[in-house]
């Protein structure tokens, strides 16, 4: 079966210790988060999203915001730099952990000559730690993968019609490698609240991911590849 890798790629290669301030310019808040209890916060709309992603990136085992301050020396001065995130993967990924920094492509254009020294502090304090500084602009995080996680997260569990969740287990397991048009097409002669029960239960079925789709590459429609998730730990086929 299909197995989806979620990769974030640099935007530049380059060589939570600020005090939080809510902002009435920009937006700020909290992201709830199954991978640090205490949320995660953001100052930014660009940070709200990164951190999304990360969440739902089944590699990622924890991360937080803002999570150290860097010491460095530069112009006769020293100075501090605090980057967004830190992000910790899980030992079978292979990944090494990241330091990021979040900035929309145009300012890091407009200001990266006066961000590269602690930029280059970031890179040489990650490397004696064993990790790797990264920086993410909005090309890389404003994608179909994040458009996904927001399309999904409007169905939850309190709202799923159990008798359809199960109907969508058997038949997408009955089906094989489908799609949500073909799928719908089997319950084509149902009352139309049935239909909409059942669409809102695959829906949430690939939130889950006890239906397998690539959420990763492209904007999910009714005409994307759909198949039964291997992780599928509970028997919904048999009952």
């Known amino acids: 079966m299909k197995k989806q890798n979620i990769k974030f790629i640099e935007e530049f290669d380059p060589v939570r210790k600020r005090r939080m301030i809510m902002k009435s310019s920009s937006l700020s808040g909290i992201v709830p988060s199954t991978k640090n209890e205490n949320g995660i916060w953001f100052e930014s709309a660009l940070e709200r999203d990164f951190a999304l992603i990360v969440e739902h990136n089944p590699d990622v085992s924890f991360f937080e915001d803002q999570p150290l301050t860097i010491e460095y020396f530069f112009e006769g001065k020293t100075?501090?730099?605090t980057p967004d995130f830190f992000v910790q993967f899980k030992d079978?990924?292979?990944i090494k952990s990241w330091l990021c920094e979040i900035k929309f492509k145009s300012e890091l254009r407009e200001k990266f000559s006066k961000l590269k020294p602690r930029f280059k502090a970031a890179k040489e304090y990650c490397e004696n730690e064993g990790w790797e500084f990264k920086i993410f602009t909005d090309e890389y995080i404003r994608t179909p993968f994040l458009e996904n996680i927001n399309f999904l997260s409007r169905y939850n569990y309190n709202d799923l019609d159990g008798a359809c969740?199960?109907?969508?287990?058997?038949?997408?397991s009955d089906l094989g490698i489908t799609s949500p048009k073909e799928f719908m097409l089997t319950v084509q002669d149902a009352e139309f609240n049935i239909k909409g029960r059942c669409l809102y239960a695959l829906w949430y079925a690939i939130k889950m991911n006890d239906i397998g789709c690539d959420l990763v590459n492209e904007k999910?429609?009714?005409?994307?590849?759909?198949w039964l998730s291997e992780k599928l730990n509970f028997n919904l086929v048999d009952e």
């Not at 969740?165 to 997408?172: A, F, G, H, Q, S």
């Not at 999910?220 to 759909?226: D, G, K, L, T, V």
């Open 79 to 81: 100075r501090v730099y």
């Open 92 to 94: 079978e990924s292979g």
């Open 165 to 172: 969740y199960k109907l969508v287990i058997r038949t997408i």
């Open 220 to 226: 999910i429609s009714m005409n994307s590849e759909i």
